[in-house]
């Protein structure tokens, strides 16, 4: 999470001046998204965006969906808005209980935000989001909406209403043999193409004196707390829940789900995401960063992505 809007501006400017072809940023409770991804573009680096993902509970859909086109007027470039209904105790905290069904709330929520989005005038009253109006009309570039995965259920959703996938800490394998199916099936049984599928991986190259997992913890510790997290991660084979959060950590590298390595190994890593279907890998150095603050992280956003662009140029 940045805590000061200039920090994303080198992050857009390594888009804009490189072969990466978007700026992403996960929910933030500092600097909000919207607003650093305006502030980058105020600066000069108006790039391609992704909020992967922006948490259902702290706004209303029609704000959502202004917010996403906003977004897509003040940088010049298509935005993909990635929503997701969060943990049962955020929930809680800001709606006084939890979604009994987070699928339901997840199908109302992006059926208001599209329809919006397409122009339509709604009339929506569903058991957890209502909706009566329409966005002012305004020529934007595209903004297509995203629904976080981790499970099949919201997968098979994801497959009927979203235009893309959007994963976290998902292993490459349990892409391919879980995700990927049932993102299939639920496009199929909507008769739609299939929609894109988006992976964050978390990584971090070498960082002296400090161990991978100790990395990984700073990236993920709190996510491995979550039940919904710590489900998925034991659908993937990857077991999580003993006490001692570098065994974890250590569990989450073994199974894929947190890169770790030279520059070569992980780039080897990310092609295996592409390879098991994956249409967009999300470089994501949130433990280094945290460790060591936001520079190291660019220093190794920009070794990955030099020696992917170099990948490229030889195929």
């Given at each position: 999470?940045?805590?000061?809007?200039?920090?994303?501006?080198?992050?857009?400017?390594?888009?804009?001046?490189?072969?990466?072809?978007?700026?992403?940023?996960?929910?933030?409770?500092?600097?909000?998204?919207?607003?650093?991804?305006?502030?980058?573009?105020?600066?000069?680096?108006?790039?391609?965006?992704?909020?992967?993902?922006?948490?259902?509970?702290?706004?209303?859909?029609?704000?959502?969906?202004?917010?996403?086109?906003?977004?897509?007027?003040?940088?010049?470039?298509?935005?993909?808005?990635?929503?997701?209904?969060?943990?049962?105790?955020?929930?809680?905290?800001?709606?006084?209980?939890?979604?009994?069904?987070?699928?339901?709330?997840?199908?109302?929520?992006?059926?208001?935000?599209?329809?919006?989005?397409?122009?339509?005038?709604?009339?929506?009253?569903?058991?957890?989001?209502?909706?009566?109006?329409?966005?002012?009309?305004?020529?934007?570039?595209?903004v297509q909406v995203g629904l976080g995965v981790l499970r099949p259920g919201m997968a098979?959703?994801?497959?009927?209403?979203?235009?893309?996938?959007?994963?976290?800490?998902?292993?490459?394998?349990?892409?391919?043999?879980?995700?990927?199916?049932?993102?299939?099936?639920?496009?199929?049984?909507?008769?739609?193409?299939?929609?894109?599928?988006?992976?964050?991986?978390?990584?971090?190259?070498?960082?002296?004196?400090?161990?991978?997992?100790?990395?990984?913890?700073?990236?993920?510790?709190?996510?491995?707390?979550?039940?919904?997290?710590?489900?998925m991660l034991k659908r993937a084979g990857i077991d999580v829940s003993g006490s001692d959060?570098?065994?974890?950590?250590?569990?989450?590298?073994e199974g894929g789900a947190f890169l770790a390595g030279e520059v070569d190994e992980l780039?080897?890593?990310?092609?295996?995401?592409?390879?098991?279907?994956?249409?967009?890998?999300?470089?994501?150095?949130?433990?280094?960063?945290?460790?060591?603050?936001?520079?190291?992280?660019?220093?190794?956003?920009?070794?990955?992505?030099?020696?992917?662009?170099?990948?490229?140029?030889?195929?």
């Open positions: 999470m940045p805590r000061r809007p200039e920090q994303l501006a080198t992050y857009a400017a390594l888009v804009h001046w490189t072969r990466a072809e978007r700026l992403w940023q996960g929910q933030s409770l500092a600097v909000e998204a919207h607003q650093g991804f305006a502030h980058a573009a105020g600066t000069g680096f108006g790039v391609p965006t992704g909020l992967g993902v922006s948490l259902m509970p702290l706004r209303h859909p029609y704000e959502a969906a202004m917010q996403a086109r906003s977004l897509a007027l003040s940088t010049g470039h298509p935005v993909l808005a990635g929503f997701g209904p969060g943990g049962r105790s955020l929930q809680s905290a800001m709606r006084g209980e939890p979604y009994a069904s987070p699928l339901t709330a997840a199908e109302e929520y992006l059926t208001i935000v599209r329809g919006l989005l397409r122009g339509q005038s709604l009339d929506f009253s569903g058991e957890y989001y209502h909706c009566q109006g329409a966005l002012l009309p305004s020529p934007s570039p595209e098979r959703l994801a497959g009927r209403l979203a235009d893309a996938a959007i994963t976290w800490l998902t292993p490459a394998s349990y892409l391919r043999e879980t995700v990927l199916p049932a993102l299939r099936e639920g496009a199929e049984a909507a008769g739609r193409p299939l929609p894109r599928l988006v992976a964050m991986v978390p990584m971090a190259l070498p960082l002296p004196d400090v161990d991978a997992e100790a990395v990984a913890v700073a990236s993920n510790g709190s996510h491995l707390q979550a039940p919904h997290y710590a489900d959060p570098l065994v974890n950590a250590r569990a989450l590298i780039v080897a890593q990310i092609e295996e995401f592409w390879n098991s279907g994956v249409d967009e890998v999300v470089i994501n150095l949130t433990g280094v960063a945290n460790i060591r603050g936001p520079q190291a992280a660019m220093r190794q956003v920009k070794t990955i992505v030099t020696a992917l662009s170099g990948m490229e140029e030889t195929r």
